[in-house]
């Protein structure tokens, strides 16, 4: 990665951080993943040469940075869904300070609703949103999965509760290899060894 990207992307957790101490209003807050976790994810992206990988939680575009750098050198795509129409410019403009704005499809919408919509097929799925609602979105998704996908989610480690029942959906799909991984915030890390539908 070069070193003016690297500072891009220290500079936006930065200011995401500074952003969330100062917020109490959640919508405005950008809630970026940890940086160790952002380059994990990254790293497995671009080593294993994804091409097409859904994104569900945009924020500010700074995981989705980490996402499309990965994907480029494989000549990939990013398609990424966040619901907050106030955080869409941020995004936009993020990655076009990145360089890497036209390997990125933004939508803005319900999550959920998107996801019905979208034709894949897609080699990796990121959930990094309503964890609340990922179990029916993981659904939806399924048929729309290559063999050999991945499927990661953040927060496996911080919101027990809350991703409960999206850990229970992904572990009840047979064709499904999974584990947590214990780096930044816990990432549920799912492999699917066939296509599902």
């Known amino acids: 990665m070069q070193k003016a990207l690297r500072d891009l992307l220290v500079e936006l957790q930065t200011w995401g951080r500074e952003n969330d101490e100062r917020e109490q209003d959640r919508p405005k807050k950008m809630l970026n993943l940890e940086p160790d976790t952002a380059h994990f994810i990254s790293m497995l992206m671009r080593s294993s040469q994804r091409k097409a990988v859904l994104e569900i939680g945009t924020s500010n575009g700074y995981s989705t940075i980490w996402l499309a750098w990965a994907v480029s050198a494989a000549g990939g795509r990013v398609t990424s869904l966040d619901r907050n129409r106030d955080k869409h410019p941020l995004a936009d403009a993020n ?30 799925v990121f959930f990094d949103a309503d964890r609340i609602s990922a179990p029916a979105q993981l659904k939806l998704l399924l048929p729309k999965l290559l063999p050999g996908a991945l499927i990661l989610a953040d927060n496996a480690l911080s919101h027990p509760e809350e991703i409960a029942p999206y850990l229970a959906a992904i572990q009840a799909v047979p064709e499904v290899e999974h584990m947590i991984v214990p780096i930044g915030k816990g990432v549920s890390l799912a492999y699917l060894d066939n296509p599902v539908g």
């Open 95 to 124: 990655l076009r300070r990145a360089g890497l704005r036209d390997l990125v499809d933004l939508r803005v919408g319900d999550a959920t609703e998107l996801v019905g919509t979208l034709t894949g097929p897609f080699d990796a």
